[in-house]
């Protein structure tokens, strides 16, 4: 088995990485693929919470590289999904006890066993993020339709395209407002692209669902109802290399949406 | 100083000891005292009589606990000889430190010593134990006395051995009946029926087999009865017993060891690891990690990783105001908090339930501090 390492990435702090990193990696596990995540955000964990597996982690990434358990002892079984592992990041340590070619050994072992090996990379350009990125060969760049957040990933963009390394990269936008995209308040789909000129991967909608997700340790795609869990599962299949055209998040298709939709009609009608 | 008073010292009295292992047991309890220590130490023994070697083990375990002896004192001969041999001083302490101004006799002394015992006695001593003991032993002796006396009355008919036979037979039965008390009292009637029954020579055999079979009875019952007080005392004694000597062992080693005092929150992150015990006054947030040879004490709410015992002391034990701890470990035992209650945040509230951990069989168990 020759296993795809992916880094999950964005420069900037706060858009989504690890979210994406956790519902990602679900999908593909749902789909049936052999799934590892790893952690690479050292002293600032938080992939554990988002897949609730806090309380049984024993071993760390840093306990593997100083070598006080093997690899598979330190790999962390999903509550549910069986294909489903996460090599958790330290709490009480910091970038520096993990270098580039420790992680890049790390994830050439776990190659043989895996499909995917989901690498969530920390917020920034420095240490953490070089580590990151060692080991993987594509990059997913995750963005937000905000100014800051879209120049962040074109910096990271440019650092990714200087790194031999990386074979692709693509983008995946999180947080997308319809809404405010449609009053001409935020940065539509296609002004990022063509900032950015990469690749889209995904497009997923602000959902609040996504908060209490988080707080219940469940990540978004096992709710079935949830249009970003949708959207997610469909950037899983994309990655996997199906076809799955974007999802139209500007028309609410629910029967809710349409029942507004009809009395807004009707009320601005009357006006 | 010679006359058995001595300076920067003091007396340990193992008189009441029986037995060469009781001293020892007494003599380290008590050399194990903080104060005792670099002391000398006057041996008063009772009546027993030790050997040289016995005298020479106590005196290394005294030795071993940074103490010496200064000099003993017995009331056997035997062990007078056995200190001199292996060159202990042996001295009359009694009279010296009991009286030193009035210059009794030896045997005055003592008496007065008896006379003071008695009183001590009757002040600390369990009287209203001894009372109903003593009672008990009367009655035995009455019942004893009793049956003895019907014994030589039957032995007068030895010539006709078969209803002799019979009889002593029958007699047996009522020995090994008495110690059942229900029993006890109709024996005291059986006994002069059968000296009737002797003197008009008829025994009834079916009132003798009867009493045989009941007798069976009666014993197959004791001995199911035995086994099951044996089955229920083992049951309570591997649980008690032994656990309960090696907790307080290991309580008292805890005691020892080096109490590192942290006086605030230690937050995500932030690890603490310890040589001896560790007491945090302040909440222990998640993702830090708290880890002590001995025990840990979370003055607050104990949200991150605790490990107890973290060189195999698995008497070690974690206490906190409130248990929410992600995961627990004392020695080699793990426990993690159950998914059901997977809150990534600790709920602060007002309730506090004060929580203690420890390693019962192989497991982590918490309990509530007030139920222990």
Known sequence: ?271 | MEQGYIENGFIVDVSNAKKTSEIIYQLSTILDLPDAHCKKVCLKLGDIELSASELLSIKALVESMNSEIEFVTTLSPATVDAAMEIGLKVSELENKVQAPDFNQGEEAAQETNKELEKALDKIFGDSGLDEPTFQAEKEMKKLKAETSDSVPVLTEFKNESELVDEVIDNIQVVQQEQEEPEIAEPKAEIAPEFSEHIQTAQVEQEEEEQLEEEFAELEDFNKQLEQINKEVANAYDSDSEDDFLQIQKSLRETEKLPTLYIQRTLRSGQSITAEGNIVVIGDVNPGSEIKAKGDITVWGILGGIAHAGSDGNKYARIRALKMHAIQLRIADVFARRPDSINIPYIQKSSTFEPEEARVKHKQIIISKMYEN
């Open chain 1, 1 to 271: 088995m020759d296993g795809r390492v992916i880094v999950i990435t964005s420069g900037k702090g706060g858009v989504g990485k690890t979210t994406t990193n956790a519902n990602i990696g679900t999908a593909l596990a749902k789909e049936g693929k052999k799934v590892v995540m790893i952690d690479t955000d050292l002293g600032l964990r938080n992939l554990d919470l988002l897949l609730g597996l806090e309380n049984r982690i024993v071993y760390t990434i840093v306990d593997v590289v100083e070598e006080r358990c093997k690899l598979k002892q330190a790999l962390v079984k999903d509550k549910k999904n069986p294909n489903l592992c996460l090599l958790a990041a330290a709490q009480t340590r910091d970038k520096t006890a993990v270098t580039e070619e420790q992680l890049k050994d790390i994830c050439e072992q776990l190659k043989k066993d895996f499909d995917f090996i989901l690498v969530d990379c920390p917020a920034g350009i420095e240490q953490g993020f070089q580590n990151a990125v060692a080991g993987a060969s594509e990059a997913i760049v995750v963005t937000t339709p905000e100014m800051s957040a879209v120049r962040d990933a074109d910096r990271i963009i440019g650092l990714l395209e200087a790194k031999e390394e990386i074979k692709s990269y693509k983008l995946l936008l999180n947080r997308v407002r319809p809404n405010l995209i449609k009053s001409n308040d935020m940065m539509s789909v296609d002004d990022v692209v063509e900032i950015l000129s990469a690749e889209l991967i995904g497009i997923i909608p602000e959902d609040t669902g996504i908060i209490t997700s988080t707080n219940k340790g469940e990540p978004i795609v096992n709710d079935e109802k949830s249009l970003a869990g949708k959207a997610y599962k469909n950037v899983a299949r994309r990655i996997i290399g199906d076809d799955v055209p974007f999802l139209n998040l500007e028309e609410d298709t629910s029967f809710v949406g349409k029942m507004k939709k009809f009395f807004s009609g009707l009320m601005g009608k009357e006006k």
